[in-house]
């Protein structure tokens, strides 16, 4: 029998894996498939891998509030949430960081959760986002391993910054992530100080069964407040938890927060014509083409009695869509479906969504779920757990699905080839939208960060930048003391020349 290869990587059974990039998908921007084992199984094992605390988002604070329709989007979506001008839904919101452990510090540099839940009259609805409007990656087989580079060294459990740059510098996607994440948007000063975002593509649908792809910005306005390498430094040391004090202290003293949620809506012509991949998390809408909407405000009036049951144990996924939403073919958004529902049933049970901060408020759960750990409610009672049946069991109900869509394509593990420029839109950030200060800040804060790593590191990812702009990329080489003729000739090369020129001993 001919021995399998030494350095093959294998399923936890030993079967071979072709392609840990890619997910399998139905045609090139089709969605994603459920027989793609090795995406399921990577996927599952990491939600197992540390308990009870969450894998992300570990740190997090919440408050209730509701929020208000204030323009007529029945054109674009039958959600009777946004039904009318005026309607009001309450909601909870959960505010978080997200790389770091529970006992983190508010004021790290990371990314911040920002998860909110509607307790509509359909059923619970979440919007999961970040305070971001892009991700560092845009394939959820990549999540696992991107986490993983973002945590503790295996073997002396310290951060590790060679960990960090080396994943990000063989991801040329993250580009776009990683120059706000050190920029002064990297470090906001408070919760309410900050934009969310719902960072996918979302599909509406209407009454007539015709759909529309949008973006959610949540824009706060309490105005945009962030800190600099020095603040956060200090208030990690003095106030590790700032951010959770300033949420609930100003919700208790009647200083309700609150953000204008704008729409960016394309229909499927515009869509199709559209100069970028409406499906990739690590690009942007630019607002000069797609100009946002105000459709609503969302208050936070409320803080809640108790931390544990309330804000620990809630619980967020972005398949709780209602009638009248529903996804898109976005890779990221499409694993984040599987990821969250089966990462809650690790870490609080099969019956979570009994829990009272998770259970819908104004739409009864009427189905054959039954059993399990922690059924606190009459379980059923006597009625079927099985459909179909003659007992008088609820039934589907085929008015509340979305419109038919149209899937196509060969089964494989695709990457992506639309147009697909990973770094224009970064280097516009750069460029077009900081200005003198913002760029010295994002400069130092790189440079503080990235001085750490190994050269070789330093000179594959600096080339990133280089390629996303020359003078970003020329002012990191030269505060790093790199040879910039170096790093051009590294920008000039493929991915793979690349690496293979930046290997150990190279440099």
């Known amino acids: ?49 540390r308990i009870p605390e969450r894998v992300v988002h570990a740190k997090g604070a919440g408050a209730y509030g509701y929020f208000e329709v204030i323009e007529d989007v029945t054109p674009y979506t039958k959600a009777h949430f946004l039904s009318e001008i005026g309607k009001k839904t309450e909601v909870f919101v959960r505010f978080s960081t997200v790389g770091g452990e529970k006992g983190s510090a508010d004021a790290v540099r990371d990314p911040r959760g920002y998860a909110v839940k509607f307790y509509t009259e359909e059923g619970n609805y979440d919007l999961v ?13 990549k999540f696992p391993d991107f986490i993983h580079s973002q945590k ?17 510098s063989l991801t040329p996607e993250s580009i776009h992530q990683v120059t706000i994440l050190f920029s002064d948007r990297g470090t906001p000063a408070t919760y309410r100080h900050m934009n969310g975002y719902g960072s996918h593509t979302f599909k509406w649908y209407n009454k007539k069964g015709e759909y529309f792809w949008v973006k959610y910005h949540l824009k706060t306005d309490q105005g945009i407040k962030n800190l600099t390498a020095q603040e956060s430094e200090k208030l990690c040391g003095s106030d590790p938890d700032h951010a959770t004090r300033d949420l609930f202290e ?12 704008e729409m960016q809506i394309l229909s499927p ?22 100009p946002p909407i105000k459709v609503g405000k969302l208050v936070l009036n409320r803080n809640p009695v108790n931390y544990f049951a309330e804000v620990e144990q809630s619980a967020f996924c972005p398949g709780n869509v209602v009638p009248g939403i529903a996804l898109s073919p976005d890779r990221m958004l499409q694993g984040r479906v599987f990821s969250y529902h089966d990462t809650h049933i690790h870490r609080l049970g099969p019956n979570y969504h009994l829990i009272p901060v998770n259970a819908p408020k104004y739409a009864k759960e009427n189905s ?60 516009n950030l750069y460029r077009m939208v900081m200005n003198d200060t913002e760029r010295e800040h994002l400069i130092q804060n790189i440079m503080s960060h990235l001085g750490k790593a ?26 790093l003391h790199l040879d910039i003729r170096e790093v051009e000739k590294l920008a000039s090369m493929s991915d793979e020349e690349r690496l293979k020129a930046t290997q150990e001993g190279n440099y």
């Open 152 to 168: 503790r060294n295996p073997r002396t459990n310290l951060p590790d910054t060679d960990m960090f740059w080396d994943f990000l």
């Open 129 to 141: 986002g970040n305070n971001t409007p892009v991700f560092f990656i845009r394939d959820p087989i």
């Open 454 to 479: 190994q050269k070789r590191l330093q000179m594959r990812q600096m080339a990133l930048f280089y390629k996303a702009d020359e003078d970003y990329g020329k002012r990191l080489a030269e505060g």
């Open 368 to 427: 054959y779920q039954r059993d399990g750990f922690m059924r606190t409610d009459y379980n059923g009672e006597s009625g079927p757990n099985y459909w179909p049946n003659t007992f008088g069991g609820p039934a589907p109900d085929p008015d509340s699905g979305e419109p038919l869509f149209d899937v196509s394509g060969q089964a494989g593990h695709h990457s992506f080839k639309y147009p697909n420029d990973d770094f224009a839109q970064a280097g």
């Open 269 to 290: 012509e515009q869509a199709r014509d559209f100069p970028w991949d409406i499906f990739d998390i690590t690009k942007i809408w630019p607002h000069k083409e797609v």
């Open 250 to 261: 100003a919700i208790e003293k009647g200083e309700y927060p609150s953000w204008a949620l």
């Open 1 to 49: 029998m001919e021995k399998s290869k030494k350095n093959t990587l294998t399923t936890a059974f030993g079967i071979p894996v072709s392609n840990d990039l890619h997910s399998m998908t139905a045609g090139e921007r089709g969605p994603i498939l459920l027989q793609d084992i090795h995406l399921l199984e990577k996927l599952s094992h990491f939600d197992r891998e």
